[in-house]
Nanobody
Framework: QVQLVESGGGSVQPGGSLRLSCAAS????????IGWFRQAPGKEREGVSC????????YYADSVKGRFTISRDRAKNTVYLQMNTLEPEDTATYYC????????????????????WGQGTQVTVSS
């Protein structure tokens, strides 16, 4: 079965850390751009961090720069999002998605340029 599965979400206190995993089954992630997105209740889905197919380019939303790190383990066919110094504003459902390696202009980390999505994992940051 071809699918993406996110894991690693949970509830943490402000200042804590989580590592999200995005594992692919039934296909290889090597060819694709991979993105992490999040959606909080009542808000639009936003790009958090994305990585190019060759890992040569990364994007981070301003709100997570210096706190989050995206990485890819090709041997495990998995992409990770290390999230440190978490804030209540990071509370959301986090999704990973794949996109074609080629993209136009500012579409690198826009949700509309990604086509295969996981089911999401909840991250709650609260004291």
């Amino acid at each position: 079965q071809v699918q993406l599965v996110e894991s690693g979400g949970g509830s943490v206190q402000p200042g804590g850390s989580l590592r999200l995993s995005c594992a692919a089954s039934g296909f290889r992630l090597d060819y694709y751009r991979i993105g992490w997105f999040r959606q909080a209740p009542g808000k639009e889905r936003e790009g958090v961090s994305c990585i190019s197919s060759r890992d040569s380019s990364t994007y981070y939303a301003d709100s997570v720069k210096g706190r989050f790190t995206i990485s890819r383990d090709r041997a495990k066919n998995t992409v990770y999002l290390q999230m440190n110094t978490l804030e209540p504003e990071d509370t959301a459902t986090y999704y990973c998605a794949t996109g074609p390696p080629y993209y136009s202009g500012s579409d690198f980390c826009r949700p509309l340029s990604y086509s295969r999505w996981g089911q999401g994992t909840q991250v709650t940051v609260s004291s």
